[in-house]
Nanobody, 126 residues
Framework: QVQLVDSGGGSVQAGGSLRLSCAAS?????????MGWFRQAPGKEREKVAT??????????YYADSVKGRFTISQDNAKNTLYLQMTSLKPEDTAMYYC????????????????WGQGTQVTVSS
């Protein structure tokens, strides 16, 4: 059974930083899988923020244009934890952020991963 537990959200001023964490279990033993961060603001559709394709030899990261250069997705294999380091935060980054995962890379790219965390709120004030 796959379980994802998000944490690290909070309230910051514009220009500030936050690091989100996602403790994962039940999937990281696989050779190939994907993980990612998605967000949804009130009244808006869910948006893919960053994803990472993982196999035995490498991992490849992808970012939404709106966060490129400001956000970094990373994984600590020893801790089975996914991170999203967010810097230079803007008010438009305010949203509920969700960690997600899937055994198939394509499902992360298509923003339809099978497994989701409970979400962590990020609020950026101007």
């Amino acid at each position: 059974q796959v379980q994802l537990v998000d944490s690290g959200g909070g309230s910051v001023q514009a220009g500030g930083s936050l690091r989100l964490s996602c403790a994962a279990s039940g999937l990281t033993y696989k050779k190939n899988y994907c993980m990612g961060w998605f967000r949804q603001a009130p009244g808006k559709e869910r948006e893919k923020v960053a994803t990472i394709d993982i196999d035995s030899f490498r991992s490849t990261s992808y970012y939404a244009d709106s966060v490129k250069g400001r956000f970094t997705i990373s994984q600590d294999n020893a801790k089975n934890t996914l991170y999203l380091q967010m810097t230079s935060l803007k008010p438009e980054d305010t949203a509920m952020y969700y960690c997600a995962a899937d055994p198939l890379w394509i499902n992360c790219h298509l923003a339809r991963p099978s497994y989701w965390g409970q979400g962590t709120q990020v609020t950026v004030s101007s």
